[in-house]
């Protein structure tokens, strides 16, 4: 199979990054083309980025130029990881153009024709496509995913809403620093402390998480309706996003049931043998004292969400602790995902 | 007034360690004597010490010596920081003595005949005391706070269960790293990580803070009875218990009926202006991202409890967060404040 | 007395924020003003600054209004935590408007005719303050104060230097986050991390420490000249900065002169008793593991130096560890202390 | 080739986790045994461990009984993660039962006919194996590796000492807590601190640095001699040791000489290709602000050492900094590295 050509819009900040090391030795894509702003553009990549990975950058990525996001560029499908601000000025102008632009940025995500797509949870989302194509008078399209947060807590309300259906849920987060970019955090802010308190973020997970388990009703998602009450911290992790679930399931399954449940949850990425897919989206764990996010964080190459301590909730039903890589998964590993959903479905 | 002599047990431990710094100077009691366990008994206690905090050893205290539990004791009132074993090996023996025994441990806080006093909020349950003596034949007495968790809680719950009425609530804490005591966490579980576990506190968490809002009828303490739902963690935070709170209050009171019912909250201890209360129990604050562990964890001296993010919750009612201090107010602080109540009701 | 009213230049920051900390309650000083810069100016204090100290803003600071730099200032001292390039161009024109300017800005250090005083060491070099006001045409005057990583270093090897001579030093610093000021070091270069570089600190602690160290000529401060190896390092650590240092002292004196001389340390501002002053300027410990930052840098209210483990040295012949509070008698405490001397001696 | 069975030691601790991780796919060793101490004998490995490791127990490893480490063990080569007293114990025995033991431990480093191999920098040593099997009647062997610290700093040395001779060296060093082994660190010591001591660290340093790079002169190794003044501390890090050196070199060879030698480093593992050596023993970096721990521990696998900002020093010549991951190259990794290049070496 010939490689498609791809490119990273915002290619130097922390999710940039992580496009970049997901990207190296894909076996379907090609990285062809690196994008960013203000005094980076035209440097050397290596000269541009603060590189964060524990890796370096990869062979024949730090001599690319770094472009500006609004030039020409030479690839089919662009990954964007662009600031808010530039997602809103550049996404629908590249899709015009006819680029296929799988976005992390949150402008578009709540849009009535852009699938804010899960690939194990809701391929049927992508019919949106044919609407926003249609009434945008758009070649190209735009496909978004969730946020870091909203991510992983789909990944495992998905297979009980399906299974049971979610009547209500009460979640608290403790997110890790990259979740908020570089520079991000202050170490001041970070250290020996938590900040209870992420600007937008409780609002966009109800919103996001309640998109994604919706269904299209031939003309657009209808959100599942599920009351959600979410905290969102920070606290002092590099990466990997933990969060407590209280939920009532229809039918008040035992803990067992609910176990089993999440271990059965398969999707097409499963099926299809994606190249980015975990084996399986959610791994439960028996121990008590799991997820942790030094020792999980990375489960199945950070692709898979983690769920542990599976127990009866004298308030709601059930409880559990999940926890997942908020970079990987959570944001750029989920956009090499849905690509490589939306191009073995032969959709782009 | 002439000073009550008092001793604090098990003194080389984290809780040992502020029980010494809060009874350094303080205007009632003077610190006359020190016990220990296995190799200390007998060393200088500066030398038998780990010493944690940032101030050196109180003048003074450095060179008393550690006396064995088990033996003479010239302190009439006795502040226990023991472990849970040796509590339950000292405690009953020490009140039996006639000592009045003021313990953080976890023992005989369930006890039916031992008050778990949290200052201002349920002093009708010192009335125990008198079941207490007469049923066991003591002289001296237990008095028992709870633990870290519960009483922070508690402290935001009291006024609101008196106010309106608790229906439910579902709590997730993220908790110091002092908690644990010394050694306690090895460094290699907290740095960059969270353990989402902490062995047998939930359960702690909820008997703790029902018997404390519970009521006395005159020969036990009625639980609350309030359905509770705590997810614990621990984050790598120095001190300082962050908890978040989602509950549904009778009445479904507006959030501004909230704040001003905490707002509003005085107890005893503030009537009775006792040396180590703070100026209000509660401290709520208004800005979007506080309570914080470094900024709040020692407000009023580390003996207030801080909520913030006072607001709607779609699913119980209403939400908030609360922090702090572990060791002060959660731990050595509320024994010397409930030993403060006692000696001025007259109790002991 | 009456008190000498006094304003803080650059009162947001980490530096500013420790003066007004420092100041609230001074006996000899009251604050009158706060200044600060761009869309600060003008707000309630309160409400510009971020702050990031565990006591709330000082009563009554909160509410003043925070004043342009540039602007009529009612105060004839000012404490400036200005940052580089609003020092350099305000300070100046603030002296030569009569206001006496205590700095921990970088600007002015080197310059002929500013003492770069630490009080306790070098009261001789003010005389450069007739040169300045004369050559200048000043009627204020500027007064400088190392860095924080200097004047730790200087109270350590100013005994040393004048009872034996310091032929020549290596030194490695382990720095804390509170020196880069806010927002500083993001995190995700601090958390699990050593930065080993900190940009122009070799440079300018090798160059200030030797001309603290120095002697004034009648018209000039001659540098002491020590040659001076010094390799700067962030730490993860919020407040305080470790130092280990190797030198080689002229006698080659054991180490326990070395000690003696250390712990017989004092200077003007012990003699006087100025309110500032640490009882001693430099803590010797014995114990193997000290002096630790969470130990040890609040030390004599953060205002003394503790140095430990002083054992021989096969290469340079005397090694030590040293740690003291960068932001207390770092910087903020530095420049009280200075203008408590000067005020004392009836210098200003 | 057939793969040699290799048995761990220890193998439940921090080391003996990386020995696993390290073994698990080895193309010329077959990790067949594990034995551990107390109460985890009997127990299978993955219940007895407490991974830390952020993938899981390799599959095949967790099933594995944990042995008794004074048992039968079938396997030819051990690889040793045991603590001081338990190597005292069995090493020896071991030996003389035929086995050869590639040891972490510090017991026998410094045994005249043990040699401590660093596999780049002194092949010769091996022929103390010689003697050693002769004087002590073994059939087996004993080959040990030198502390994490003395080990990065040895190959940085190493070049430098054989291409100008090194006179003198001024090193201090910020050590990772995973070098404490678990529970090691307790958190209350190592969040927001330092610890400026690591108990006989400094004196190991010296002492197998030099051994390491000393001659073989045909009965024994003659140490290098060279004066080095070691200052130890514990930072907030997880894996990765930092280490700043000044040092004389003979000749003052310029600075680019110096990065030259470093970079021009070659040795046996290198030219024999073994399967764990890194491509280069020794990166040399030129920005500014690096070797930083998160970025570089992991180089080339964690097998070779980094050094950043050579640069010249005022008092010593020369100085840089040094990181390399002290829980791979600084142990398990050298002593599979060790067994390699016996193994290609025909040696055992």
Known sequence: MKKRKVAVLGATGTVGQRFISLLAGHPWFELVALTGSGRSV?????DAVHWLLPADVPEGVADMPVLPTDGPIDAEICFSALPTEAAAEHEAALAKRGHHVFTNASVHRMDGDVPLLLAEVNFPHVRALERQRRERGWSGSIVANGNC???HLDLALAPLHRGFGIERAV???MQAL???????VPSLDALDNVVPYIGGE??????????????????AVVPAGIPMSVHCNRVTVRDGHTETVSLTLRGAPAVDEVKASLRAFRGRPQELGLPTAPARPVIVRDEPDRPQPVLDRDADKGMATTVGRVREDVVLGVKFVLLGHNT????AGASVLNAELLVAERCI
Chains 1, 2, 3, 4 share one sequence.
């Open 42 to 46: 035209g440097q050397r990549y290596g």
């Open 149 to 151: 947060t909203a991510i």
């Open 171 to 173: 979640v608290t987060t």
């Open 178 to 184: 990259s979740g908020a970019s570089y520079p991000g």
């Open 202 to 219: 409780e609002e966009k997970v109800v919103a996001e998480a309640n998109k994604v388990l919706g269904t299209w009703d031939g003309s």
């Open 328 to 331: 990987i998964r959570g944001a």
